[in-house]
Nanobody
Framework: QVQLVESGGGLVQPGGSLRLSCAASGSIGIITAMGWYRQAPEKQRELVATITRDGVADYADSVKGRFTISRDNAKNTMYLQMNSLKPEDTARYSC??????????????WGQGTQVTVSS
């Protein structure tokens, strides 16, 4: 069994910052790619940022220069530092991880998400 748990969401004013965390636990063998996604009400889920095990990051154009993705492989944890937040960043943020379990199963796992609301 593998679990991903996000934390760090909340209400913030425009221009503010938040740091999201995604902690993976359970029968983890190795985590390769990880990523953050978001979904606003009545909109499709969109990719925010991804990071390889070696730390190579990629970002959606809408967040480049404002968001930074990182990970700590020893802690099986990924982070998303979000600066200069805008109202259009309001969404439920979920983490995704490609994991090979100790039993040899490979799959993409999802967390439940954490709400980020940017409003004055």
């Amino acid at each position: 069994q593998v679990q991903l748990v996000e934390s760090g969401g909340g209400l913030v004013q425009p221009g503010g910052s938040l740091r999201l965390s995604c902690a993976a636990s359970g029968s983890i063998g190795i985590i390769t790619a990880m990523g953050w996604y978001r979904q606003a009400p009545e909109k499709q889920r969109e990719l925010v940022a991804t990071i390889t095990r070696d730390g190579v990051a990629d970002y959606a154009d809408s967040v480049k220069g404002r968001f930074t993705i990182s990970r700590d492989n020893a802690k099986n944890t990924m982070y998303l530092q979000m600066n200069s937040l805008k109202p259009e960043d309001t969404a439920r943020y979920s983490c995704n991880a490609h994991i090979r379990t100790i039993w040899g199963r490979e799959d993409n796992f999802w967390g439940q998400g954490t709400q980020v609301t940017v409003s004055s």
